[in-house]
């Protein structure tokens, strides 16, 4: 079993920045690809970003390329969404999650998933 907490949500203006974390605990987070999700109102829950094992093979969905950054720090177990020029529409949950292979998470197809933390640009 994997653990992963976020934390780092709220309320922005547009073109203002926030960063979120990702805390895992339970297994080895340092050999699991990461990444981000999230899902508005209304809509299905899409692929944001994610990164390989060791913080190389980061890969963005075209809506966030240029504004968002993923890292991760493996010595703490958290890997970081930077989030910079939000706008109205980056609003949703955002939700970190784990697997193996890079595929896998880029498909959405994980293993384990975090609670959530909410995002919100105002306009």
């Known amino acids: 079993q994997m653990q992963l907490v976020e934390s780092g949500g709220g309320l922005v203006q547009a073109g203002g920045s926030l960063r979120l974390s990702c805390a895992a605990s339970g297994r080895t987070f340092s050999t699991y690809v990461m990444g981000w999700f999230r899902q508005a109102p209304g809509k299905e829950r899409e692929f944001v970003a994610r990164i390989g094992w060791n913080g190389l093979r980061t890969y963005y969905a075209d809506s966030v390329k240029g504004r968002f950054t993923i890292s991760r720090d493996n010595a703490k177990n958290t890997v970081y969404l930077q989030m910079n020029s939000l706008k109205p529409e980056d609003t949703a949950i955002y939700y970190c999650?784990?697997?193996?292979?890079?595929?896998?998470?880029?498909?959405?197809?994980?293993?384990?998933w975090g609670q959530g933390t909410k995002v919100t640009v105002s306009s």
């Open positions: 999650a784990t697997a193996e292979t890079l595929a896998r998470v880029t498909a959405g197809s994980t293993d384990y």
